[in-house]
């Protein structure tokens, strides 16, 4: 036994002991603390904590916030007779960003921050669309040489307040984390209730309660979430009362929660049907115990180890659903803003315009192809993930007594 | 037989599934304006005067020369047939009858997907009509994920379980981590990046292909695995379409493009085989590679771990230590005996997380531009929200999500006799 062994029997020899639950907490820190990963995964969630922490301490102003598309820096493209294609920098209004539909029957604008197909021969001209909210990053025409990683523009410094992609994750830290504990703690707090009666109680509840779970659960995640929300959101407009980014946002948490409950309802009633048999509740029943004294006392703390895994892994999801949802232009963002910095959002707003700025740059021209839009905003929702699992992955090995090496 | 038996009854489940999905989706549209409701719900056909989810249009009243606005016979039309002046639980069932009968609503007029080139030859059509043209495509490309997804997934985890704690085992877990890490799009950017800047690399700006003879400049766009656009050079000559299922019109005989001569099953590889066109049929699989990996990279990251502890807990089981124990050869004890029953447990995931792994198709078929129902729907859920598009596909992967999990429920009974028979 190691001199650092909490458990030692010098706790014994003396005459103060900690209380059951510090010791649990001593020991289980002590399991915990030789884990080197998941020591790696605290840091960066603390990191990430505090940064969350102080970006939710700066006042927020919905209006203040600015489309990407703002000045001169969306390159336009027209089709030469030959087929090549000349790349100059426009001035493009947000308005113009957000809002255009149609395009002029030989030149392909490149401010609309959608893909878009190009007019072939001039001859068969095509429409495209940008979707009417979502902001768009449009890049100038970089040159190859000294990038400040993270800014738009190697040039023009103005243009560096108007989107700095380090202040933007430092401001989004703390949506990342609200919208994804948020919906994945509610989530899983509905289904382990669920699922623990179902499995608990057994029989017409249950299998009602199952069935449900059942319909849930055959619905894709992401196709419920945008059915969920479009619709909420078509209802958000019919109503004064119902405006507004707080109302949006929720409706958009609640879509999430909606659809996340159900895995976790099966998860947890599997893991009762096992516990319920277990001797100690056995036990329990025998000492006098009632219903909910066994349910809240035995069986769902000793079915919590799956929750917990399945919560670390969901969490990193989130904001890479969001950032999927942004992707496919689905008006996720409230009206009154066009975007909020949220990591995922901010990944997916990165691909979309540096896509953009490839498809508008003209080969050979000498265009630098902004990559940092991509894997800066990767990096951080892979970290994230990345954390929150190791640290979760701990966190299981020092609780749980057979896992413990 | 108790196999046929189980079949049944497994299969009998499913419309009650459907039913409450179906439930899901009324509670939903009955949120919606009545005009959004009738474009959702309606399968009316195409309305030349004016649009059927406007309830009074421009029509001349009091003569020739003075317009002014009737009621329009359509909409009133739909607006009895769906019932919606009848109680909530009769709307429910028609709402239910419909939707079980195939009638999903028309592709709105104010979509995105109708100013779409391609896909506005789908406007004011039933929905079903645009999902039937879709879904081989889709379905195509997950058949290719799905094969790459267990042909890696099922060896990798078994190899990790036996290797455990050595590289393989550390590699397999970083996969795993990485797939649920990283977001699709970006991978799948990343990857269109990098195959655009090898193609473009030197600026050589025209390329040759063995069915296309004249060169033909790179276009910094993917469709599938391949450079879109102007490379569409399929029967020597480059075709108007700039898009990669040429056939996709002509099937849906919306245009007349130069594709195919017949198209008896939809499925674009399967029809340029048939019509004996081998480097057509080429072409569309090696579209499919790239994307199918995106997508399987993500998958295998959900299997992999499920893959191998299963199969580390059946390495501990005794009938392997028996068969070891008789001298079969180590081989044969992981394949034969360990790999059998170990697969039990792949497939249960994979029935669970099939849901999950359709759910990726929207945004996967956009970042390669594949023309399949995930890219329609990416078309239409931009405002203006086209609801019939979005709730025809929500039912239609739902139809697809029930159909995988039958399949799995009955291979899982078949792997497993004490499911069946117990």
């Known amino acids: 036994m190691s001199a650092t062994e909490p458990l030692g029997g010098a706790a014994t020899k003396s005459r103060w002991r900690p209380s059951p639950r510090l010791a649990q907490f001593k020991r289980t820190w002590y399991f915990f603390r030789r884990n080197s990963l998941a020591m790696v995964g605290l840091g960066i969630i603390l990191v990430i904590v505090a940064g969350a922490a102080y970006a939710a301490a700066q006042p927020y102003n919905w209006t203040a916030m600015t489309p990407y598309c703002a000045t001169n820096f969306g390159p336009k493209s027209t089709m030469t007779s030959s087929g090549g294609y000349n790349v100059s920098t426009v001035s493009c209004s947000p308005y113009v960003c957000n809002y255009q539909t149609t395009l002029p029957t030989n030149y392909a604008d490149f401010c609309g921050g959608h893909w878009y197909k190009e007019p072939y021969s001039g001859s068969l001209s095509k429409t495209y669309y940008s979707g ?47 919208f994804s504990v948020s919906i994945v703690g509610s989530g899983a707090l509905i289904g382990l209730l669920l699922g623990a009666v179902a499995g608990f109680w057994g029989g017409a509840i249950d299998e009602a309660l199952m069935r449900i779970v059942d319909v849930f659960l055959s619905i894709p995640q992401i196709l419920f979430i945008i059915v969920m929300v479009s619709v909420l959101l078509a209802l958000a407009k019919t109503s004064q009362a119902l405006e507004g980014p ?118 050979g021209s000498g265009c630098f ?37 | ?79 009895d047939k769906l019932g919606l002046n009848r109680p909530i639980p009769v709307q429910w069932a028609f709402y239910t009858y419909r939707a079980f009968t195939f009638q999903w609503g028309t592709v709105s007029n104010n979509s995105a997907l109708v100013t ?78 990098g195959v655009t800047l090898a193609l473009i690399g030197g600026h050589t700006l025209a390329v040759r292909t063995p069915w296309c003879p004249a060169p033909h400049p790179i276009i910094t766009e993917l469709q599938g695995s391949w450079p879109g656009q102007q490379w569409g050079c399929y029967t020597g000559k ?106 039990n447990v792949t497939i249960t995931v994979l029935g669970l997380t099939f849901a999950y792994f359709i759910g990726g198709f929207p945004v996967i078929e956009s970042v390669f531009v594949l023309n399949g129902v995930g890219y329609g729907l990416a078309l239409s859920i931009i405002s203006p929200m086209d609801f019939g598009t979005v709730f025809g596909t929500t039912i239609l992967f739902t139809y697809l999500v029930v159909a995988a999990n039958i399949i799995v429920d009955v291979l899982y009974a078949y792997l497993d006799p004490r499911v069946r028979l117990g």
């Not at chain 1, 894997?375 to 954390?387: D, E, K, M, T």
């Not at chain 2, 399967?270 to 090696?286: E, R």
């Not at chain 2, 579209?287 to 893959?307: K, N, Y």
Request: aromatic letters at 12%.
């Open chain 1, 132 to 178: 009417a909210v979502p902001p768009t990053i449009s890049f100038s025409t970089f040159q190859s040489g000294t990038m400040p990683f993270g800014s738009i523009s190697a040039s023009d410094t103005s243009l560096n307040d108007i989107y700095n992609l380090y202040t933007e994750l430092l401001r989004g830290s703390d949506w990342s984390l609200i």
């Open chain 1, 246 to 363: 707080t109302t949006e946002l929720s409706f958009l948490v609640l879509g999430f929660v909606l659809i996340w409950w159900p895995f976790y309802a099966r998860l947890v009633r599997g893991q009762v049907l096992v516990v319920r048999e277990q001797k100690y509740v056995e036990a329990a029943r025998a000492s006098g115990a009632g219903k909910g004294r066994i349910l809240l006392k035995h069986i769902i703390p000793n079915s919590l180890y799956p929750v917990f895994i399945q919560f670390s892994l969901d969490v990193g999801t989130i904001p890479i659903i969001i950032g999927g949802l942004v992707y496919l232009h689905f008006p996720i963002f409230p009206n009154e803003s066009p975007y909020f910095p949220e990591w995922g959002a901010l990944s997916s707003l990165g691909v979309t315009g540096v896509g953009d700025y490839l498809r508008g740059c003209q080969l």
């Open chain 1, 369 to 405: 192809i902004p990559w940092w839009q991509i894997i800066i905003p990767g990096v951080a929702l892979f970290l994230y993930a990345i954390s929150v699992n190791l640290l979760a992955d701990g966190l299981r090995d020092a609780l749980d007594p057979r896992l413990r090496r």
């Open chain 2, 1 to 79: 037989m108790r196999m046929s038996i189980y079949v049944i009854r497994r299969i009998l489940i499913a419309p009650v599934v459907l039913v409450g999905v179906m439930t899901i989706v009324f509670t939903l549209t009955s949120f919606l304006p009545v005009t959004d409701k009738i474009s959702t719900l309606a399968s009316v056909g195409p309305n030349q005067k004016c649009p059927a989810i406007q309830p009074y249009c421009a029509c001349t009243v009091f003569g020739s020369s003075q317009p002014g606005n009737c009621a329009n016979p359509a909409y009133w039309r739909d607006y």
């Open chain 2, 116 to 193: 779409d080139a391609e896909y506005g030859n789908f406007k004011d059509r039933p929905v079903t009509t645009m999902l039937g043209v879709l879904l081989p495509y889709t379905l195509e490309l997950a058949m290719v994920s799905l094969l790459i997804i267990l042909a890696v997934a099922i060896p990798l985890g078994n190899l990790a379980a036996v290797y455990r704690n050595r590289p393989v085992d550390q590699a397999s877990r970083v996969m795993s981590f990485s797939g649920f890490a990283l977001p699709s799009y970006l991978l799948g950017t990343l990857i269109v990046m």
């Open chain 2, 238 to 343: 480059v075709l108007p379409s700039l898009h990669y299922p040429v056939w996709i019109s002509q099937c849906g005989s919306l245009h007349n493009y130069p594709g195919l001569a017949t198209c008896p099953t939809g499925f674009p590889t399967v029809d340029a085989v048939i019509n004996g066109q081998y480097w057509l049929a080429f072409d569309s699989l090696l579209r499919l590679v790239l994307p199918a990996l995106v997508i399987a990279f993500g998958a295998i990251a959900a299997l992999l771990r499920f893959v191998r502890n299963s199969m580390l807990e059946v390495m501990n089981l005794d009938y392997i230590r028996t068969a070891r124990a008789k001298g079969v050869p180590e081989r044969t004890v992981v394949k034969r005996h360990a790999g059998r029953n170990s697969m």
